[in-house]
């Protein structure tokens, strides 16, 4: 091929680069139709961390995995979690650093592997050696996939039921409601999926500001490999509430806190949605004993907040609770009892008068005396185009919805059972300012467990989050996950050629 023909290539190719380009980004001068709306696509790769679950030898852990049914995901691919044990890009055994569970151990067979989309899978373990888990799906398995890590405790500290929606991994993250105080256990769990290490600080934000914590500084997470950081082994500093800040200097990690305690049970503490103006907190449990608001403002300027409850009748005021002033880098906690009274209740934040962004999450107790148990509600995003929840049986699960700027109508669908069973789906309508906890959709014929997906149909936007509950030795155990949107689609843009443009 001579050079005439390599160059009149060459320009024919950027000839068409360049003017698609040009329909994208600039409508015809002459009066043409402006290009169409980007489409809505599934994604075609995604994944997931789930954190080592406990290091109690009596604790009994289940894995379920589901991926809705998405329409245009294609018909391959496949998904499956394996451990996370330190294994290098090579295949070599990459080890764990000091702290990490699963060293020496390599494994490339996988703990679960979904079969088809739609009917949920499950694994199950026990004991205290289990490791995290690095998960991924691509083709029809990838749009929505959704894991969830359940484990229950009988004895110790931290027993109850924790539970934890394994998540991706980023380069920041926000957990108000941690704590170092007498009696609580907190670890952070980094994990890294890359095939590099990933460079991690850890800072503490107490009630008088940020906490010297030079351990934190630096931490490395070698690749593949997942590790627990006791947060009193940052600090001598001992605080019932603090805003743990994971910020990744290179690399990325997942990120989710375990917070146990010796009298009072425990739970996961998953990350706070962005700092914002305004934050929902969704699905109090109606016979919480007591409720407990952490908030935190990570900029320069205090923030003045409005405290609303949406409970089943409206938006009402907390008696005595009316706002929360929070000083600029230093975590505030606020005691609302039995906020909610025998109601589902959700928590709405809003600026008094100037917007300051800020972080929050709710820290709950159901039961009295040492038959407490605990779980946090972060603050999060709203459901978007749809979330998922896992694990969910016949009994003992419920679905909050919220809606606080507005009347919306919602679309809830049980999936098959992952044993046996019908899919079954209902519409509900929330009204502006209210929280419902809804008559749940329960699979015809339903065997094992079930996953629920949440989309909205119309109006404005809704919040939602689902409770486990399970009585255990009379401790009335639970957890709660809050349901974002999953991300399962992206904004495709639509590209034509325009060679109209080299008229011009």
């Known amino acids: 091929m001579n050079r005439t023909t390599l160059s009149l290539i060459a320009g024919t190719a950027a000839l068409a680069a360049v003017t698609a380009f040009a329909a994208i980004d600039s409508p015809s001068a002459s009066g043409a139709a402006a290009p169409r709306a980007a489409a809505r696509l599934p994604v075609e790769r995604t994944s997931l961390l789930c954190p080592a679950p406990s290091t109690s030898d009596v604790a009994d852990t289940a894995y379920t995995s589901f991926t809705p049914v998405t329409e245009g995901a294609g018909s391959g691919g496949k998904a499956r979690l394996q451990a996370a044990v330190g ?9 764990r650093s000091k702290g990490g569970k699963g060293a020496g151990k390599k494994s490339d067979e996988p703990v679960l592997t979904p079969k088809a989309p739609g009917t949920p899978a499950t694994a199950e373990t026990s004991g205290a050696d289990a490791p995290a888990l ?23 500290s931290g027993r109850g039921l924790l539970g934890v929606n394994c998540t991706g991994a ?3 993250f926000w957990f108000p409601g941690a704590g170092t105080a007498a009696g609580r256990t907190d670890y952070v769990h980094l994990t890294n999926p890359d095939d590099s290490a990933a460079v991690v600080d850890i800072e503490l934000y107490g009630k008088d500001g940020a906490i010297k914590s030079p351990l934190g500084e630096n931490l490395t997470v070698k690749p593949h490999a997942s590790e627990p950081i006791l947060l009193s082994t940052l600090t001598d500093e001992r605080q019932t509430d603090l805003t743990v800040h994971v910020s990744v200097r290179s690399g990325r990690v997942g990120a989710a806190v375990q917070a146990l305690d010796d009298k009072a049970g425990g739970d996961w503490l998953a990350a706070a949605t962005d700092p914002a103006g305004s934050q929902v907190l969704p699905g109090i449990p109606k016979d919480a004993t007591d409720v407990r608001l952490i908030a935190f403002a990570p900029g ?34 606020v005691d609302l009892g039995d906020v909610t009274r025998g109601e589902a209740g959700s928590l709405f934040l809003a600026p008094t008068d100037q917007s300051v962004p800020v972080v929050a999450a709710l820290q709950v107790v159901r039961g009295k005396g040492d038959k407490k148990e605990t779980a946090f509600i972060p603050a999060t995003a709203a459901v978007g185009t749809r979330a998922t929840a896992a694990d969910n049986s016949a009994k003992g699960t419920t679905l909050a919805l919220t809606a606080p700027t507005g009347t919306a109508t919602v679309k809830v669908t049980a999936s098959a059972g992952s044993e046996g069973g019908t899919p079954v789906t209902k519409t509900y309508t929330i009204k502006s300012g209210t929280t419902q906890n809804v008559d749940l959709p329960v699979p015809a014929g339903l065997k094992g467990t079930y996953a629920l997906t949440v989309e909205p149909v119309s109006g404005a936007p809704v919040y939602a989050s689902r409770t486990l509950a399970a009585t255990e030795g009379g401790v009335p155990a639970f957890t ?4 974002p949107d999953d991300r399962g689609t992206v904004s495709v843009p639509t590209t034509e050629q325009d060679l109209s443009i080299l008229q011009k």
């Open 170 to 172: 980023d380069t920041e």
């Open 300 to 333: 320069d300027d205090d923030a003045d907040l409005k405290i609303r409850l949406a409970s089943p009748s409206g938006l009402i005021t907390p008696a005595g609770h009316e706002t929360l002033h929070v000083k600029a880098g230093m975590t505030t906690a």
């Open 87 to 95: 294994q290098s890009a090579d295949g070599t055994d990459g080890g």
């Open 134 to 156: 690095v998960g991924t799906a691509d083709g029809r398995f990838a749009s929505g996939w959704t894991v969830q890590e359940t484990t229950e405790v009988a004895v110790g």
């Open 480 to 483: 709660v996950q809050t349901l």
